[in-house]
Every structure is written in structure tokens, then in C-alpha cells.
């Protein structure tokens, strides 16, 4: 019952089996992901590393993660993910309201300011110059995020998936969670905050009115144990009250 209600209400770990978020999160990595300050009314915001359900099927034919036994028995007593569960974990870019844009190999825009993407995997542009998905300009509605890995040139997300049912936005009914830490291995251990790009000046003054990586069942879940005062981790805001 107290995993339970640590997995439903406090945190849960995911582990990251793919590249598109390199070299902010590897493959092998164990996150833990935030679920309580969501229930008292915290959406997402620019800059956040979050995990969230498959809205539109970008998983399809990807393959089912096959659990060990110590996995089975975890997601069982609902500490870990069901190995049947598609989840993703992507950076958010915009959130309602925002104008986000890619013109050639970049830089990323939002709300016409240019971000500064330290993170972004060495090597990569941050935007991709095809006519898959890597041009954009959308504009984001209520209700809804737009993601992107930070692996940009390995990432299917927003921009690849602007066809579907939500023109390639994460409705925010579907986010499980902010990733807060890195916690296994032991030797990458880190918090996860929001980048200073996303606060810079003007930013969020010039907003309106006011998603791809599956998360596999994480071996070492039994971490959260050790991790539950992060959940009141006090989070960095950017955005000043009076625009939330």
C-alpha cells in the first residue's frame, strides 16, 4: 500500500532506453519523476524535463519492453511502470499561448526570442532544415505543450508528429511528471533544473493569452525510496505570477 501511494501520488522512477534526450539523460538512466505537485493544480513550464503518456501513438510498432522478474514484481505493488505502459519523456518548449519556430538549422525561437540550447547534443543544430517536420511555426493552445528532445537530430516529437490527432502537441492532461534527478548510476547522479535560457528577459512577455522516447520499467526503482523529500524540491520558476 505505501508503494502504492508513493507511486501514485509522490514519485516513480522510468529508465531511459533510447538517445533522443542525449547527453542531458543516456541510455540506462533512472529518473525520477515528480507526480505530486501536478495535484495541486502545477502545469508544465517552458524548460522542464517531463514524462507523459503516448497522446497519438507515436510509439507505434516500437517494442514492448520484455520485464525481469524484480521489474514484474515492482510494477505489481506499483512502484514501476506496467511494462505494457507507453511513456515518453521529452523537454518542454512551449506551453499555451506560446509561438515556438524553426527556420533552417536554427536557433530555436519562442515568442520571437532565440534560445540559448546548451544542452542540446554536441554536434546538433537546433532545428533540422527538412521538410519532415523540422521547419515549423504553431502556435500553442490551451491545454496543450509542444516537446522536443534535446538529441534533436535523433528525436521524434512535436515536429514529427504534427499530423496527428493534436497537430503534434502533448495535451497537459497527459503528463505524468516532472523528471526532478538523475538517480542511478550512481556516478551521473543529478538534479534536472530548468535551464537559464528559458528565463530570460521578455520571454514570457511576449506570450499570448494565456510531443519520442519510450520509458521502460527502471531495474533499480527500489532508489525511491531514499529520494521522497524531493518531491517538495522547491521548483525554479521562471514565469512571474501574474502571467500564469
Not at 502533448?170 to 533544473?193: C, K
Request: proline share 8%; glycine share 10%.
Amino acid at each position: 500500500m505505501l508503494a502504492l501511494l508513493i507511486k501514485t501520488f509522490l514519485v516513480q522512477a522510468f529508465s531511459i532506453p533510447s538517445s533522443s534526450m542525449e547527453n542531458t539523460l543516456q541510455i540506462g538512466d533512472r529518473v525520477l519523476v515528480d507526480k505530486l505537485t501536478p495535484w495541486f493544480g502545477s502545469e508544465p513550464e517552458r524548460g522542464e524535463v517531463v514524462v507523459f503518456h503516448d497522446p497519438a501513438d507515436w510509439l507505434a510498432g516500437e517494442p514492448t519492453p520484455d520485464p525481469n522478474a524484480l521489474q514484474t514484481v515492482l510494477s505489481w505493488i506499483g512502484l514501476m511502470p506496467s511494462a505494457d505502459e507507453k511513456d515518453l519523456i521529452k523537454r518542454v518548449i512551449g506551453v499555451a499561448g506560446d509561438t515556438v519556430e524553426c527556420n533552417k538549422t536554427g536557433p530555436l525561437k519562442v515568442n520571437g526570442k532565440a534560445l540559448n540550447e546548451p544542452y542540446v547534443y554536441p554536434g546538433n543544430t537546433p532545428c533540422s532544415d527538412d521538410d519532415q517536420g523540422g521547419r515549423f511555426k504553431v502556435t500553442v493552445p490551451e491545454g496543450k505543450i509542444w516537446v522536443m528532445g534535446d538529441h534533436r537530430q535523433n528525436s521524434r516529437d512535436s515536429r514529427y508528429n504534427q499530423s496527428d490527432k493534436n497537430g503534434g502537441m502533448v495535451p497537459v492532461d497527459e503528463v505524468v511528471g516532472r523528471a526532478i534527478v538523475v538517480a542511478w548510476p550512481m556516478d551521473r547522479w543529478s538534479t534536472l533544473p530548468i535551464p537559464d535560457t528559458f528565463g530570460q528577459d521578455g520571454l514570457q512577455a511576449q506570450a499570448g493569452s494565456s510531443a519520442a522516447a519510450a520509458l521502460s520499467v527502471a531495474p533499480q526503482g527500489m532508489a525511491v525510496a531514499g529520494v521522497v523529500p524531493f518531491v517538495w524540491w522547491r521548483r525554479r520558476r521562471t514565469a512571474p505570477a501574474e502571467t500564469r
